[in-house]
Every structure is written in structure tokens, then in C-alpha cells.
């Protein structure tokens, strides 16, 4: 016995019940109902039959039951008055896909889902049947009208149905026959370094453009996008080089397309001399959470002046910063940040002389640790730090992050 076949015999074998083949009568008896809306009534019974073709099924099984003749007919079905549920929705399934077909247009998308903005009349015609007859085994009429549009997007289109992560919703609305469309964002997954100073991670009003602008607007013009939002693993001040690479993920909004050429981008991103990606790959939204979620050590190259000439025993010194350090929240971010205490743990720390009053650091230090203050104390609100061990005002003059240890 084929599949389906089986699935005609198990509802057949419901409605020999009394139960259910009254609760069919009476359905037909409510007001003309469409094979849709019939079936749906018993969607419950069996998952393997399409709703119209099980409610052809529940009205051929009444109409040969004894009691045929105080009931509509098979054959009266035909001439098919509007259906008192849905009013014929389920006969302009066709419609309506046209219409979603040409909505998609050429908007590239591998998958979609259907949306609908049900029609509250529907809904309540639909709950007043259930009400009369028993809705235990039906399925709610907007459930059916997406999976049915769906179906004839899918073979239209050739996009595949997603409900997880659908690239774009196809949102119809019942009650005024439109239909519009929620674009997905496109994101997109790399690593940057940043090759020059003054230069802020994302748009800032003071600043001509941003890693942000260098790195998304050509991804965006690419994608015909709207707009882009940029989500960095940590990041660096204005003023300091990413030498290291830096993970990142960008997010173009309403991108009409998704299949870039990335070795092109990369290319053109990078002919910038500002800016330097790599590995850029397609990503998704979990990815974000799980981006901001790393908390990688970072590695610095510090450049450090000195008010006073100091000698190489006194630099010696500077090995006790090793360990943890206390920060209060930096006077400079003190207007934009919580001022609280929090402690972080430099790794390693080794100097070089650059000059009398100069210093090179190397440091490996936790992600979160404020370097320029861990060199000049802030006013006494790190400790202890570079100025604190030297015994002399100190001031970084130079930073660069020459590595993000991500995945060590
Ligand atoms: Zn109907």
C-alpha cells in the first residue's frame, strides 16, 4: 500500500466513527464550507493528506453515509457557494502567489517563510465553527494558507521554505491583499587589521569615515543594501593601529543581493591602505552574540615617555606589573561609562630603551585592560602602573595591538 493510500485508509477509518462523521455533517451542515476549511477541520487526524484533498475525502465519506440526504452533496459541492469560513481565500491561492512572485522579483535569496497578517473575520468565523462542531483536530486557517503559498513559491522560485533562517519573509496581509517584504540582513564574518591612527572603529560625527565605512560600504553597494551595522570582537581607540587581527562581523541591511564575489571586496577594501580584511565569510546573527561573547588577551606595543631620565635597574621594576592590576573606570571614558573597579591581569610585560626618557612595552594583558592608563596611573586610579613603579609621570604616546589571541 503506497503512502498516501495509507493515509486515505487511516482517515476513512475515522470517519467510520459515529463521532466524527457527525462532527462532518454538522460542519457542512454550519454553512457552505470549501474542501480547505473541511479538511482543515480534520488535520489532526492524518499529517500525510493536503488539507483540500482530505476535505474532498470528509465530503465524498458523508455524502455515501446513510444520512446523505439531509446533507450538501458531493455533487452540490461543485457548484461551490463562497465559503462561509474563508470566503473563496483558499481559490486565490494562485493570485496571490503571483503576486508574491513578482514582490521577490529579482531579489536574490536562497530561502524564505511566509508571514501572514491574518484577517480577524477569518479567525472569527473559523473559532465559531470550531466552537459549534469540536476544533480539537483542526489546524488554524493562517497555518494552512502559509504552507500552501509557500509551496507554490518554492516551486515557482526555486528558493527553498525556511521557518528557522529564512534570507526573506514574505509577509501577506489578508485583509488588504498586500504583500510586502522583510529582507534578512546579510552578514558577513573577517578579521581586520587597522593600518593608520585616527581612525574610529564605527561612524562617529567628529571623524570623516570609520573601519565601519571602509570596510561596509563597498560590501553594502555590492549587496544594494541599505545600510550596515558593525559589530567588532572588542575594539581599539581611535588613535591606536590594529595591527593584529581583529574579528569582526558586518551586518548589511536589506541587501537585494547575497552572492558576492569576496576576493573582489577584499581586494577593494584593501586597496584603501587604511583598512586590511581577510577571511571574509558569510555568517549569521548567532554568530554576533557569540563574537561579542570572546574575550580574547590582547598583545600591545606601547610606546612610553618618561618625565625624568630613568636608569635600567629602575626599568627592572617594571616586571612587577605583572600580575593584577585595578582600574577605575578611565577619567577620558568616565562620561560615557560606569565608573566602577575591575581588575585584570597582565600576562607579560617586557620593555625596551628607546632613549633617555623613552620606552618600548611590549604587553600581553587581559581583554579589557585600559593600557594607556596601566602606563600613566590616571591620576592615581590604576594600580599600580608603569608611573607608579618608575616613581615618575609616564604617558603613552603610541599604541599599537599587534595580536588578538582568539582560539588559543
Ligand atoms: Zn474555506
Given at each position: 500500500m503506497t503512502e498516501r493510500a495509507w493515509r486515505k485508509t487511516r482517515l476513512a477509518d475515522a470517519l467510520a466513527r459515529d463521532d466524527l462523521r457527525q462532527r462532518a455533517r454538522q460542519a457542512l451542515a454550519a454553512g457552505p464550507l470549501c474542501d480547505a476549511c473541511l479538511g482543515r477541520l480534520f488535520a489532526k487526524v492524518d499529517t500525510g493528506l493536503a488539507n483540500t484533498d482530505r476535505g474532498r475525502l470528509v465530503r465524498e465519506a458523508v455524502a455515501a453515509s446513510p444520512s446523505a440526504q439531509a446533507c450538501p452533496s458531493a455533487e452540490a459541492s461543485?457548484?461551490?457557494?463562497?465559503?462561509?469560513?474563508?470566503?473563496?481565500?483558499?481559490?486565490?491561492l494562485d493570485p496571490w502567489a503571483v503576486r508574491a512572485e513578482a514582490a521577490l522579483g529579482s531579489l536574490e535569496s536562497e530561502t524564505f517563510a511566509v508571514a501572514s497578517h491574518a484577517d480577524p473575520r477569518i479567525v472569527r468565523r473559523e473559532q465559531a465553527l470550531w466552537d459549534d462542531v469540536g476544533g480539537d483536530l483542526a489546524e488554524p486557517y493562517k497555518q494552512h494558507f502559509n504552507r500552501s503559498l509557500g509551496t507554490r513559491l518554492w516551486q515557482a522560485t526555486g528558493r527553498e521554505p525556511d521557518l528557522a533562517r529564512p534570507e526573506v519573509i514574505v509577509l501577506v496581509d489578508h485583509r488588504t491583499g498586500g504583500v510586502t517584504l522583510r529582507i534578512e540582513p546579510l552578514f558577513l564574518a573577517g578579521r581586520y587589521r587597522k593600518l593608520v591612527r585616527g581612525l574610529p572603529q564605527c561612524r562617529w560625527?567628529?571623524?570623516?569615515?570609520?573601519i565601519q565605512d571602509i570596510v561596509g560600504e563597498p560590501v553594502r553597494r555590492a549587496a544594494d543594501g541599505d545600510d550596515t551595522r558593525f559589530h567588532g570582537c572588542g575594539r581599539e581607540d581611535t588613535d591606536v593601529r590594529c595591527l593584529g587581527q581583529r574579528p569582526f562581523i558586518l551586518e548589511v541591511r536589506r541587501?537585494?543581493?547575497?552572492?558576492?564575489?569576496w576576493a573582489a571586496l577584499a581586494a577593494e577594501i584593501n586597496a584603501t591602505g587604511q583598512v586590511e580584511v581577510d577571511g571574509l565569510a558569510p555568517s549569521a546573527r548567532a554568530d554576533v552574540a557569540r563574537l561579542k561573547g570572546l574575550q580574547p588577551d590582547k598583545s600591545y606595543r606601547a610606546v612610553v615617555e618618561l618625565a625624568e631620565d630613568v636608569d635600567d635597574a629602575a626599568l627592572g621594576r617594571l616586571a612587577d606589573l605583572v600580575g593584577v592590576v585595578r582600574q577605575r573606570t578611565p577619567m577620558r571614558v568616565l562620561k560615557r561609562r560606569p565608573n566602577r573597579l575591575r581588575r585584570r591581569r597582565v600576562r607579560n610585560l617586557e620593555w625596551k630603551r628607546l632613549g633617555p626618557r623613552l620606552v618600548e612595552l611590549t604587553v600581553r594583558a587581559q581583554a579589557g585592560t585600559y593600557i594607556k592608563e596601566l602606563v600613566s596611573s590616571d591620576g592615581g586610579r590604576t594600580r599600580p602602573s608603569v608611573a607608579e613603579v618608575l616613581g615618575t609621570p609616564a604617558k603613552c604616546v603610541e599604541l599599537d595591538v599587534t595580536a588578538i589571541h582568539v582560539a588559543e
Open positions: 461543485l457548484s461551490a457557494p463562497a465559503c462561509h469560513v474563508c470566503h473563496n481565500l483558499f481559490d486565490t560625527k567628529a571623524w570623516p569615515t570609520s541587501p537585494k543581493r547575497r552572492r558576492l564575489d
